[in-house]
């Protein structure tokens, strides 16, 4: 079997938190192999965020770090310190990519900014992520999931129309701006193997964000030819769209117009009423009487069939619809079981847990189980040595808070 397509590319986690160590989780499935630099005895601020396994607040038992760490290596490291510093530069005289998401200029104080990590190794690329970039009026402003999503225009196309803006649940922003950052990363690398020539790529949450293609595209077109303002969402009056009860749950649908005509009333045993008031009035159809009037149809119908049943009978049927799945739902969902999506990876602190599988699957490739994410520090000594530290050096090291 061929090696993963990032095999022997060696990458410096300078990250913490959630997009710059999904950004190195997204290199790591590929093959690359994460060194991630922590502080001595706190670690990763993630390592204290919930939930937690059995919900017992401890370091290695962090449900988020456990999933944004595996296949990387811990070293603690106090970068403030001059030792500290002087182990970076060694690092990186065999790293291919730094990954960091400092504020903007704090890594040129410690003598580690990208300009002098060149001298030391001109093929490095450096990956810097900041909320706003490292330069312009707001560079210093810090940020986080929710306050990004707010300005980076999401906030206002999100929620009901008749309610105030809101914020999609957990770090979906992040997760997805770390996307952003995986890609920008292979392609400075990429570009860095054909010019034999580093670079440092600067890489904003808030242009990232911004940037993304949703529903805002669709927004900015209806209002370029209609004058129309943006919505933040359907009202709940539209014909058979929207999240229904069902007998086990809740099921969502998005079937006006001819959709409801030809497929979603013959699903139903129904396709007598498309010639019958007011369904067989395209005007009516829209209005929402008619969509009040149907759900009084629509609702007792669907409390009689499971979420599955729904859904088999919408795909026999051409009819849009989906499950709103629970986190249960997921993990017992049957494509997933037969795609073998899950991981089981025993990590020391929790025992065997599953685990979401791989994004992408190469094909010719065998995918490996991923390892368990590191115990904190639990590399340092081995890299220590490797660098030629001795372990008398390594003591020393500790007990001045170095390592």
């Not at 952003?180 to 020539?197: F, I, Q």
């Not at 992408?360 to 490739?365: A, E, L, P, T, Y």
């Amino acid at each position: 079997m061929a090696d993963l397509p990032l095999t022997g590319v060696r990458v410096l986690e300078l990250s913490s938190y959630f997009v710059g160590p999904y950004t190195t989780r997204l290199l790591a499935d590929a093959g690359a192999d994460v060194l991630k630099i922590e502080p001595p005895t706190t670690g990763d601020p993630a390592r204290h965020e919930g939930p937690f396994f059995h919900d017992e607040p401890d370091l290695e038992k962090s449900g988020v770090f456990l999933f944004l760490n595996t296949n990387k290596r811990s070293v603690t490291l106090n970068l403030e310190s001059n030792r500290g510093q002087q182990i970076v530069r060694d690092l990186i005289k065999e790293t291919d990519i730094i990954v960091e998401s400092f504020p903007p200029g704090y890594l040129d104080k410690l003598g580690l900014s990208y300009k002098t990590l060149s001298e030391i190794n001109p093929n490095l690329v450096m990956v810097s992520i900041t909320n706003y970039g490292q330069n312009g009026k707001y560079k210093d402003y810090q940020g986080v999931d929710l306050t990004l999503w707010a300005m980076g225009g999401a906030m206002i196309s999100s929620g009901h129309i008749d309610e105030y803006p809101l914020k999609l649940a957990g770090r979906i922003a992040s997760f997805h701006v770390g996307s952003c950052v995986a890609a920008a990363t292979m392609t400075a690398y990429w570009n860095a193997l054909l010019s034999d020539e580093g670079e440092q790529v600067d890489i904003s949450f808030y242009e990232s964000w911004m940037g993304s293609i949703d529903r805002r595209t669709r927004d900015l077109l209806v209002h370029a030819y209609t004058g129309e303002q943006s919505q933040r969402a359907f009202p709940s009056s539209r014909l058979a769209s929207g999240a229904y009860p069902c007998k086990d749950g809740y099921f969502h649908f998005s079937n006006g117009g001819r959709r409801f005509l030809d497929r979603l009333l013959p699903m139903m045993g129904l396709e007598h009423l498309a010639n019958e008031p007011p369904w067989n009035d395209p005007v009516a159809l829209v209005q929402p009487e008619s969509a009040q009037e149907f759900d009084a149809i629509f609702i007792p119908w669907l409390l009689e069939y499971t979420k599955q049943e729904l859904r088999d009978m919408c795909q026999e049927a051409g009819v849009l619809g989906a499950p709103v799945n629970t986190v249960e739902d997921i993990v017992n969902d049957r494509h997933f079981i037969e795609r073998e999506y899950w991981q089981t990876i025993d990590h020391p602190a929790t025992g065997p847990l599953s685990y979401p599988g791989f994004n992408v699957r190469f094909h010719g490739i065998e995918r490996p189980n991923r390892t368990p994410a590191p115990l904190l520090g639990a590399d340092t000594n081995g890299v220590m040595e490797h660098l030629g530290y001795s372990p008398e050096e390594i003591g020393l090291l500790r007990h001045q808070g170095v390592i």
